[in-house]
């Protein structure tokens, strides 16, 4: 069942042969993708040969294949994790009921919905990365982004053959839609925001994959406890792969850490002014970008009061990230405090799940945080790095543009809007961090502004030639 078929023009495990219709209308999008990974994928690298892993089967064992490939030669294709014999909706008002395996009538549109603003951050990703090639501070971060893209046009895949395959003409008109909008795009932007802000630099890109895609993360994990089947399938795959793309954020930032708290030692002193010199990031800058990266990902939970998260979860489409560590299921009795700047109130937990995944995410994003402190700890320095409020700079939700600090205070409005510049990056700190953007392409050399990495990938040394430019 997991057996993937690569003698297929589009390799897949849904046996896409037994779909004339389907298989016939997934080719015709093909072409139409590939042109888009032409046009808006990663910026003239398309002749590299790229030490990529692709998917071979859907087991948990060895579902990876390694070796050299042109990018555009990767294998996209579809991959369902293995049904679950008899599968029951796990939670919601049909809750114990069988899962679907088709849509019911009334949840097509929502469904729709959640599946094309998923699939929409998948290519706005690849778009938002693609000049990073130029200024690599390795191969091996090198060939980790590019493993990242083609991952993400592989999870535009999975959402587009679900469009294609449940959603008849509607569907296919919003594949095309998933290639026709752009990411910072002035007439047709993607649809979050966090997914049009430019990824310019490498610091930037980690704090990306760190923050960012860990929402991806808690998405996918609530939309794998869909009560439609092949979402939850799809998801559940989706994943394994999503997991490599916060190593590189997490394995990034601790590297940068590293690299800051070595030259802190060289030089003597924990002066921002000194390790700039130097060539490194000191860790007050790398504060301003956690701030920055992070407040943005908040708001891609939705807002803190919601009735479209209510009525998703009481209808089995979409649940909490591992429902299975919960006890209660329905959710109909229970209330959750909630602190808006109107003051606290209990409202109905229904009502408050967005605000349930965002505090679970934001613990998960803790975690992180407090290994890079220990090495700091450890380096004889009393700084400290934190993870904003989640009320910090918010464009969504209660909290939306109040003047609330770093620590989650409300202040005063104009003091605020002159602090801001001490706790994101201000102009003045992207240009310094754009200075130490130097492409170091000689095989097991890195960048003077990052440490290198602990290992190599898939047991191989750090000095491989993880990509072979021509
Ligand atoms: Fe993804
Ligand atoms: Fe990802």
Not at 50 to 74: E, F, N
Request: net charge negative.
């Amino acid at each position: 069942m997991s057996a993937i078929d690569y003698a297929e023009k589009i390799p897949n495990n849904v046996n896409l042969v037994g779909d004339r219709t389907l298989q016939r209308a997934l080719e015709h999008w093909q072409p139409h993708f590939l042109q888009w990974w032409h046009e808006m994928g990663p910026n003239d690298f398309e002749g590299a040969d790229v030490y990529l892993r692709t998917a071979i089967s859907v087991d948990a064992q060895g579902w990876a294949h390694y070796g050299k490939v042109r990018m555009p030669d990767y294998r996209w294709g579809i991959f369902l994790a293995d049904p679950v014999a008899e599968r029951k909706i796990g939670f919601g008002d049909a809750m114990g009921q069988a899962a679907w395996q088709q849509i019911p009538g009334e949840y097509r549109s929502t469904l729709r919905r959640l599946i094309v603003t998923q699939g929409d951050t998948e290519p706005a990703s690849v778009e938002q990365q693609r000049l990073l090639g130029h200024t690599c501070p390795s191969l091996y971060d090198l060939r980790n982004l590019f493993q990242i893209n083609v991952e993400e046009g592989r999870h535009l895949w999975a959402m587009v053959y679900l469009l294609h395959a449940y959603f008849g003409r509607d569907g296919r008109e919003e594949a095309e839609e998933l290639l026709a909008r752009h990411s910072g795009d002035a007439d047709k932007p993607r649809i979050l925001t966090t997914f049009n802000e430019p990824i310019s630099d490498w610091l930037s890109l980690y704090c990306f994959t760190y923050f960012t895609d860990r929402d991806g993360k808690y998405q996918l994990k609530s939309l794998a406890e869909s009560a439609f089947d092949p979402l939850a399938r799809t998801c559940r795959f989706m994943l394994t792969e999503e997991a490599h793309h916060m190593f590189v954020g997490e394995t990034g930032l601790s590297r940068v850490v590293k690299r800051s708290l070595e030259v802190m030692k060289e030089v003597g002193s924990d002066d921002p002014d000194r390790i700039r010199a130097a060539g490194a990031v000191d860790l007050p800058l790398l504060q301003k970008y956690l701030n920055f990266w992070c407040s943005s990902s908040l708001d891609l939970f939705g807002s803190e009061i919601s009735s479209n998260s209510a009525a998703n979860f009481a209808n089995g489409l979409k649940g909490r990230p591992d429902e299975d560590q919960y006890e209660d299921h329905g959710l109909r009795e229970k209330t959750l405090n909630l602190v808006t700047p109107q003051g606290a109130s209990d409202v109905p937990m229904l009502n408050a799940l967005n605000e349930v995944m965002r505090e679970s995410y934001l613990k998960d994003c803790e975690i992180g945080v407090k290994r890079w402190n220990r090495s700091i700890e450890r380096a004889g320095s009393q700084f400290r790095l934190s993870l904003p409020s989640s009320r910090f700079r918010r464009s969504i939700g209660a909290w939306a543009g109040q003047p609330v600090d770093p620590q989650g205070s409300l202040m005063q409005r104009e003091l605020y809007e002159k602090s801001l510049a001490s706790w994101i990056p201000s102009e003045g700190d992207k240009a310094f961090v754009h200075s130490l953007m130097q492409k170091v392409i000689e095989p097991g050399r890195m960048a003077g502004w990052i440490a290198p990495p602990e290992r190599g990938i898939n047991n191989l040394p750090l000095e491989y030639e993880y990509v072979k430019l021509h």
